[in-house]
């Protein structure tokens, strides 16, 4: 069971605009570490897709967008395409643990 | 350009140990920590730990206390992961990544596949 809490998967069809999640604790979202996401394709490494809660690295289209609130935070990707299917990971630093967290993952399907 | 490049593929006996290497290039080796992360099959992504690659320094999961090692080659830019005590469960592909000052990780390896298996 993982720390970070994500759906374990969302949907959408192509040109729709889909949320993933990610609920933590006082402990790492609450208290005010930054949330970056991850994408990953099958068979290969994750790649950042946003760092420090809303920034997007280079080469990161603009229809991927991060937010946080509290305890949680989200990723939106708006204007779903058929090559977005991949899984993607929220992660944070967790103070009681005094580590780094990932989320267990979310499937991404494009209908 | 920073290239994370790890070694090939294990198949190891549970107790064995395992020693995977990362070689780093383009990403000045001095600065940024380097962690370890690892991927069960079909799971998700485990945070294992980190090495300062200047002074040596590290800090590892609790998950892992006890079994775990990382070192550094600074003359050839290189950083190693040592899981001893294999079991079934640590099976996995292992990826070491570049750690920002925001927290994040910004450059991966290709990640290596370890296989404990009798």
């Known amino acids: 069971q993982s720390i970070l809490t994500q759906p374990p998967s969302v949907s959408g069809a192509p040109g729709q605009n889909v949320t993933i999640s990610c609920t933590g604790h006082?402990?790492?979202?609450?208290?005010?570490?930054?949330v970056h996401w991850y994408r990953q394709f099958p068979g290969t490494a994750p790649k950042l897709l946003i760092y420090?809660?809303?920034n997007r690295p280079s080469g990161v289209p603009d229809r991927f967008s991060g937010s946080k609130s509290g305890t949680s935070a989200s990723l939106t990707i708006t204007g779903l395409q058929a090559d977005d299917e991949a899984d993607f990971y929220c992660q944070s630093y967790d103070s009681s643990l005094s580590g780094w967290v990932f989320g267990g993952g979310t499937k991404l399907t494009v209908l | 350009q920073v290239q994370l490049v790890q070694s090939g593929a294990e198949v190891k006996t549970p107790g064995a140990s395992v020693k995977v290497s990362c070689k780093t290039s383009g990403l000045s080796f001095n600065v940024y920590n380097i962690h370890w992360v690892r991927q069960a099959p079909g799971q998700g992504l485990v945070w294992m730990g980190w090495?300062?690659?200047?002074?040596?320094?590290?800090h590892y999961a609790f998950k892992f206390l006890g079994r775990v090692s990382m070192t550094r080659d600074t003359s050839i830019q290189s950083i190693y992961l040592e899981l001893s005590g294999l079991r079934s469960d640590d099976t996995g592909v292992y990826f070491c990544?570049?750690?920002?000052?925001?927290?994040?990780?910004?450059?991966w390896g290709q990640g290596t596949l370890v296989n404990v298996s009798s």
């Open positions: 420090g809660n809303t």
């Open positions: 006082t402990s790492n979202i609450g208290a005010n570490y930054a």
């Open positions: 090495i300062n690659p200047n002074t040596g320094a590290t």
């Open positions: 990544s570049r750690g920002t000052d925001y927290g994040d990780f910004d450059h």
